[in-house]
């Protein structure tokens, strides 16, 4: 059981919907996730799961979420012209979505 369980979800405006999720994440492993009913979104670095469903819900209104499961990706230290630089740090969520749901990354919202 999680922490979260039996807590109601947090109340979110459209603009603090979009700010926890930054964008889809279109790469061959998030796509094959499709065929099990999930979908893949960076989201903001101190986003919390509750946060992340309910921005999912409000922004697609005809889909349920199942489960979210997060990935914290740290940025790489990369050389840019010549001097040592690194990337951003990154959050991923994976949304687990109800059987014959789906929701069309490609159209937008």
Do not use: C, H
């Amino acid at each position: 059981m999680s922490k979260y369980a039996g807590r109601p979800a947090p109340e979110l405006s459209k603009a603090q919907m979009y700010d926890i999720i930054r964008g889809p994440v279109i790469t061959e492993k998030a796509t094959m996730g499709s065929e099990f009913g999930q979908v893949t979104f960076f989201v903001a670095l101190e986003a919390t799961k509750p946060e992340i469903k309910a921005a999912v819900e409000g922004i697609y209104p005809n889909v349920k979420v199942k489960a979210v499961n997060t990935i914290r990706q740290k940025g790489k230290r990369k050389m840019w012209r010549n001097r040592p630089g690194r990337r951003s740090d990154r959050k991923k969520a994976i949304i687990t979505l109800e059987e014959g749901q789906m929701i069309d990354i490609s159209a937008g919202a």
